[in-house]
């Protein structure tokens, strides 16, 4: 079954404590793995396009990074206005139009 | 520019109820896409209309849901005899086109509560 699965489903950090999110997802045919930043009450906010194994993108402190099976969020020393929940999805050649999303990761950067 | 605008943006009915939903995508985007979040899941496609393509409604649940884009700008989505189930975020997106290459723009969506 075609799928994409974010962990962990929570993660709390202290201020400047780096982390990483993983997006690991399995499909035939991957034509692309994009990354969206979400706050309570707003639509999903673009982050990051991917295309193919080794690819990297950075933002500001986020770097996205993917592999044949999983991409990872890499979160360098975070600032409490990088909390949000983070989603992962992916397009694929078997799903023609539609993005497949992750249930997402919830980022809670403390001070 | 203007971004993704939905309305309303919260939506309270009763079971069997009938309600509307309005899209109005990015000025110029050709894409637009329906999506559906309940609480704690990810992300639900329901359906994508592409310029005067016909629209792909593989995502839809019932046949209690329908959409319309009208000159291919403003959607609506339609949910017939409502029911408790139904309740979740409706989200609505545009793309420049509906290639890998043009990211979604999402809309703050409608919270619908079905009582």
């Known amino acids: 079954e075609d799928q994409v699965t974010q962990s962990p489903e929570a993660l709390r950090l202290q201020e400047g404590e780096s982390s990483s999110l993983n997006c690991s997802y399995t499909?035939?045919?991957?034509?692309?793995l994009f990354w969206y930043r979400q706050d309570p009450g707003k639509g999903p906010e673009f982050l990051f396009t991917?295309?193919?194994a080794g690819e990297e993108k950075e933002k500001e402190r986020l770097k996205a990074t993917l592999t044949k099976k999983e991409s990872f969020l890499h979160i360098t020393a975070p600032k409490p206005e990088d909390s949000a929940t983070y989603l992962c999805a992916v397009r694929y050649s078997g799903g023609y139009n539609k993005l497949i999303f992750g249930a997402g990761t919830r980022l809670a950067v403390h001070p | 520019g203007a971004g993704v605008s939905q309305s309303p943006s919260n939506k309270v009915t009763e079971k069997g109820k009938d309600v509307e939903l309005r899209c109005d995508p990015i000025?110029?985007?050709?894409?637009l896409y329906w999506y559906r979040q309940s609480l704690g899941q990810g992300l639900e496609f329901l359906i994508y209309?592409?310029?005067?393509?016909?629209?792909?409604k593989s995502g839809l649940p019932s046949d209690r849901f329908s959409a319309e884009r009208t000159g291919g700008s403003v959607s609506t989505l339609t949910i017939q005899r409502t029911q408790q189930e139904d309740s979740a975020v409706y989200l609505c997106?545009?793309?420049?086109?509906?290639?890998?290459?043009?990211?979604?723009?999402f809309g703050n969506g409608t919270r619908l509560t079905v009582t």
């Open positions: 209309f592409q310029g005067n393509s016909a629209p792909d």
């Open positions: 000025s110029g985007h050709t894409a």
């Open positions: 499909v035939s045919g991957l034509r692309g």
């Open positions: 991917l295309y193919s």
């Open positions: 997106a545009s793309s420049l086109e509906g290639t890998v290459a043009s990211p979604l723009h």
